[in-house]
């Protein structure tokens, strides 16, 4: 009985796994696909398409299905049609909340995330409500193991603003427009980055320090990220780590 019991377990385990792996595989592909309709099909030349690529290679998504994703993109197979839309919201205790999506109903979306914001404590605003707490940068991530004035003397030329340690590994910020040349310099001295694109960060930050006020707005955040046509959910709460920690937990 005890090793049917650990069979069922490890199939529930993997079945949870192979969801979340699929519902990663939507947003890859979707991306892959605006990317090379905006900017066309060649990696080497379509900064966007490149970041989509290397993010769905790092998922283990096979090259058939990115290929295909890609072509769909430039029209060379059909496919649904998908559309970049940000929308606006709060969370619980004030935290603002900026999810950026593709699309193919955006009148859809919109009452699926607002369903998600009002279920979760928070609310769906009006756009501009919260995007003026939020500036668009360039983050390029290096492994932690790496020196951080080796990194700060290659980036700097390039035109990066920052080096941060975020624990894990470095964060290099740097305008938008800045971001192809900060990483090329990261590459031309001999460091790999683990990630290189452009985010929103905030200007601001609301501190939720109160771990049941913590849970209610990193469930709404989950929730929401969840959702098939969710590309990225950006939010400017200020939690220590501690309570990430044990939520995460």
Known sequence: MSGHSKWATTKYRKGAQDAARSKRFVKHIRSLEVAAREGGGDVATNAALR????????????????????????????GVRYESVAYEGYAPCGVAVIVETLTDNRNRTAA??????????????????????FDRKGVVELDRSLDEDAITEA???AGAEDVIDVGARWQVVSAATDLAAVRAALESAGMTPLSAELTLV???????????????????LESID???????????YDI??????????
């Open 51 to 78: 970041t989509a690529f290397e993010r769905a290679r790092a998922d283990s998504m096979p090259m058939d299905t990115i290929e295909r994703a890609i072509k769909r993109g430039t029209g060379d197979l059909e």
């Open 112 to 133: 699926e995330l607002r369903n998600l914001f009002t279920r979760n404590g928070g609310s769906l605003a009006e756009p501009g409500a919260v995007s003026w707490q």
């Open 155 to 157: 980036a700097a030329d």
């Open 202 to 220: 905030p200007t601001t930050t609301v501190s939720v320090a109160e771990p049941q006020e913590a849970q209610r707005v990193l469930r709404l």
């Open 226 to 236: 969840d959702h098939d046509d969710v590309q990225a959910v950006h939010a400017n």
């Open 240 to 249: 220590p780590e501690t309570v990430l920690a044990s939520y995460a937990g």
